[in-house]
């Protein structure tokens, strides 16, 4: 039986979590062999999503549904257009190669089928963020990457510093994502609207609404700390902890763009106003800049590509954050041709190191006999990523400068930032390419030799992808790249793409620029990295140190606050109690307006002044007793006039249970009274008697006025009428309040009943309890004690 679109798009989201369930007893059975048949999964998902393109591309949006929360309005719904349909396909289609890849990377390690397992879980959150239409399914999507991204970041939890990393990556993005959550119902507050695409259609709405500022910090600070934007970007390179087909997958098409989707999702929307024009350029560049010098200072080939990621993350929020066309359209491009050409470079960075024993720069050289398919792959990957044709990074960088270049004192400002980030990110690409593979023969902890197909297959055929999009330009504008232009300037757009230049401009001197100054600085890598070296020791503190100290903190506050709060007393947790109670009651009847004047007492007939008296009768005998043996049972006679209401007001089941509930405690607590070493008075001092006595009268005032004021409230007998018809015919009971104790809340009651019976327990043990001999000591030591005291405090 064919599915319905609806239902392929349904199936597409969550096959990769059912091919977590499987994967741990499939690794099991075929070991690294298992990634064969695994990586079917996303490669179905991926030609689902190629199959929709041509429609996609003709202007056609799918928003199928499914019904998940109706009773809150939240559905299962997706936006398939052009920018989530991208996003798909980089997500599918590289992920289908990071599970060969981790099929072989991980091969013979006892625990790979749970890290393929998680792999999937990962791959699924993020398809369901990027396809996600309804906001809150979109935010538990969301907040499900940080999740699956701090188990794949600690999965190798034995080690300290992978541990560390797991924690910072889910506190920063974890943090951020509660944001996001605020600003999401912010939104729906303010549209009336829960789904992506009515928001969407909303209009200059949010831009023109009051809360537009705090909407926009709030949703900045999900998107910032989720693509690892300055000064969040510290997460992000220490996120290397993880294996490294983590590493591709997370930095190529996953989560660390997860923030920039989010940014060009909602542009239709919030994009091109004055403070989105000027925080996100300002950050974006702030980011390209330090993601690049922080790159050139690594040695580790994994850490010199992350921070080029931190600073390609930069770049494309610099981009979304101008507004212009031209500009979109680079950042559309250079979103294709990093996820192509990142995930190819680290694919190689970790082959290196599987297969030669270390990711050190300065320790390696000579590879390219010994490892010559990786070698060709790092080649194509890293010239994409230098910006040089015949590739699509050559395209995406000739677009970005056409987009940005202008007189302008902001165009000339972003310009030379893209300049001196591009020839910066042109080093490492030459670093990473070169370095290892040419030069002399270095001997290495390990005999390096090319590794298996699971290995290089990812980067070939990713770093060719690299190469047919550009050669195929006029096909990748028009199937991928003018789609999701119009999907993030919210109108259609036609983009021609084409790899040769039709005139010499400012973008191809530019790029020309770019290149010499890339060569140059490469050829002082050396003396940069030890600059660099230098500066970052003298500033010393960073973000990284500064999460650290912030931990610490929070850690010492939450100690002193539990010391304070927590001490161990119980007299204190119970005033704090309630007063807090107190608090609670008073409060929102102050804010409300001038209630003791709002509230009008009930008019009381003769008999239910008489329950009053004998209440009030029962507050004076406790009030006035001798002991507390006398105030205990004194208290009982207030149970007896709520059970006298009851009876009064026909409910006499009621009224019998409270008689005999209250019965029961009096004598409970009489017989827990005598077996306690309590003193038969209270002797506290008359200042905290008066301040336990205000804040009883305050709860008791509370309660009152609370109740008066339902009282006044019209009755509603929706539950009334509920439970008269269908009391009879439902639960056969024609006793309504055992009906609904006994059937419509049944788990309330039997909850109800292990809690009393849990409490009977305790209380029999309590009674039970015989001092030994040790502790019979003790007590009468501490008694003399004290009356040894008080004897001195009378002679003083």
Same mark, same amino acid.
């Given at each position: ?12 989201v +969550? ?19 298992a990634? =064969? ?16 393109v041509p ?32 996003f ?25 089928? %749970? ?11 993020? #398809?369901?963020?990027? *396809? ?37 990556a ?18 729906? /507050?303010?549209?009336g609207?829960a ?5 969407l ?5 949010l ?8 909407? +926009?910090l ?16 510290? =997460? ?39 403070? =989105? ?19 050139v ?8 590509l ?8 930069g ?15 680079g ?7 990093? /996820? ?8 190689v ?8 024993g ?10 390219r ?6 070698f ?5 990957a ?7 044709p ?8 000739e ?59 990812g ?32 109108s259609?757009?036609?983009v ?48 990284d ?10 850690v ?39 209630w003791?004047?709002? #509230? ?8 239910e002044?008489?329950v ?7 507050l ?7 002991? %507390? *043996? ?12 709520v059970?006298l ?28 009274m ?7 008075r ?11 006595g ?14 008066? %004021? ?14 008269e018809?269908?009391?009879r015919?439902i639960?056969?009971g %024609? ?5 609904? #104790? ?8 039997f ?46």
């Open positions: 039986m064919a599915l319905t679109g609806s239902e392929a798009t349904v199936f597409a +969550l096959a990769p979590f059912a091919a977590a369930l499987v994967a741990p007893a499939l690794t099991r059975l075929m070991g690294a062999n990634a =064969w048949p695994l990586a079917l999964v996303p490669a179905g998902i991926f030609l689902f999503f190629a199959g929709l429609d996609v591309a003709a202007g056609t949006r799918y928003t199928p549904a499914l019904e998940w929360v109706p009773s809150y309005g939240v559905t299962f719904s997706f936006h398939v257009d052009g920018l989530s349909t991208l798909a396909l980089l997500i599918s289609g590289i992920g289908t190669f990071i599970i060969l890849y981790a099929g072989g990377y991980l091969k013979g390690h006892p625990h790979q089928g %749970r890290f393929l397992s998680f792999l999937f879980l990962f791959m699924g959150a993020m #398809l369901g963020l990027v *396809l996600g239409n309804d906001l809150i399914t979109l935010f538990i999507f969301w907040e499900l990457t940080s999740i699956t991204s701090f188990l794949l970041i600690g999965f190798d939890h034995l080690r300290a510093a992978s541990r560390r990393a797991a924690i910072q889910l506190v920063v993005t974890g943090g951020g994502g509660l944001s996001l959550l605020a600003g999401f119902l912010v939104i729906m /507050s303010v549209t609207e789904s992506m695409s009515a928001v259609a909303s209009g200059d709405m831009r023109e609404h009051a809360l537009y500022p705090l909407i +926009l709030l949703v900045l600070g999900g998107a910032f700390t989720k693509s690892a934007q300055f000064p969040f970007h510290f =997460w992000l390179p220490n996120a290397m902890e993880a294996p490294t087909p983590v590493s591709a997958f997370l930095h190529s098409a996953t989560m660390v763009k997860a923030g920039v989707y989010l940014l060009m999702r909602m542009h239709p929307v919030l994009g091109d106003t004055m403070l =989105w024009t000027t925080i996100l350029p300002l950050f974006g560049g702030a980011t390209l800049i330090v993601g690049t010098l922080l790159a200072r690594q040695t580790d080939l994994k850490l010199m992350a921070y080029t990621t931190v600073a390609s993350l770049l494309l929020v610099m981009l979304t954050g101008t507004s212009w066309e031209k500009a979109i359209e950042a559309a491009l250079y979103l294709l041709a990093h /996820s192509l050409f990142k995930g190819a470079l680290f694919m960075a970790g082959t290196i190191d599987h297969e030669a270390t990711r050190d720069v300065t320790k390696l050289g000579g590879l006999k010994a490892m010559p398919i990786t060709a792959a790092a080649c194509l890293a010239l994409s990523m230098s910006g040089l015949p590739f699509v990074g050559f395209i995406a960088k677009y970005l400068y056409a987009g940005i270049w202008g007189e302008g004192g902001m165009q000339l400002t972003l310009t030379a930032v893209a300049v001196i980030g591009n020839a910066l990110m042109l080093v490492i690409a030459a670093a990473v390419a070169i370095k290892p593979f040419l030069g002399a023969k270095v001997d290495t902890p390990k005999h390096a030799h090319e590794g298996p197909l699971l290995l290089y297959a980067p070939v055929v990713l770093s060719l992808a690299g190469l047919a999009a550009a050669l195929l330009a006029h096909d990748t504008g028009v199937y991928f790249i003018s789609p999701v232009v119009s999907s993030i300037l919210g259609q757009v036609a021609d793409v084409h790899l040769v230049p039709g005139y010499i401009g400012a973008a191809a001197i530019l790029s020309v620029v770019t290149v010499v100054l890339g060569i140059l600085l490469f050829l002082k890598l050396d003396a940069l990295r030890d600059a660099m070296a230098r500066l970052l020791a003298a500033i010393g503190w960073g973000p140190k500064g999460f650290d100290q912030v931990i610490a903190g929070i010492a506050f939450a100690g002193w606050l539990t010391r304070r709060l927590q001490g161990g007393r119980m007299d204190v947790y119970m005033t704090m109690t309630f007063l807090v109670t107190a608090a609670a009651l008073l409060v929102p009847l102050t804010l409300t307006g001038n003791p004047d709002t #509230l009008e007492m009930p008019g009381f007939r003769f008999y002044w008489g009053l008296a004998i209440a009030l009768s029962g004076v005998a406790v009030l006035v007793a001798k002991t %507390r *043996l006398t105030a205990i049972v004194s208290l009982g006679i207030q149970g007896f006039a059970a209401v009851f009876m009064l007001f026909g409910a006499p089941d009621l009224s019998f249970t409270q008689f005999m509930v209250e019965t029961l405690s009096v004598v409970i607590l009489a017989l827990v005598t077996r306690l070493n309590l003193q038969p209270d002797h506290r001092p008359m200042l905290p008697r008066l301040v336990h205000a804040i009883a009268l305050a709860i008791g005032v509370g309660l009152a006025a609370l109740l008066i %004021r339902i009282t006044q409230m019209p009755f509603d007998r929706s539950l009334s009428d509920f439970f018809q269908y009391s015919t639960a056969h %024609r006793n309504i309040v055992n009906v609904i #104790l006994v059937d419509f809340r049944g788990f309330d009651t909850g109800e009943i292990a809690v009393v019976m849990l409490a009977g327990l305790c209380v029999l043990a309590l009674i039970r309890v015989r001092p030994t001999k040790d502790r019979a000591a003790a007590l009468d030591h501490a008694a003399g004690d004290e009356a040894l005291q008080k004897s001195g405090e009378a002679r003083l």
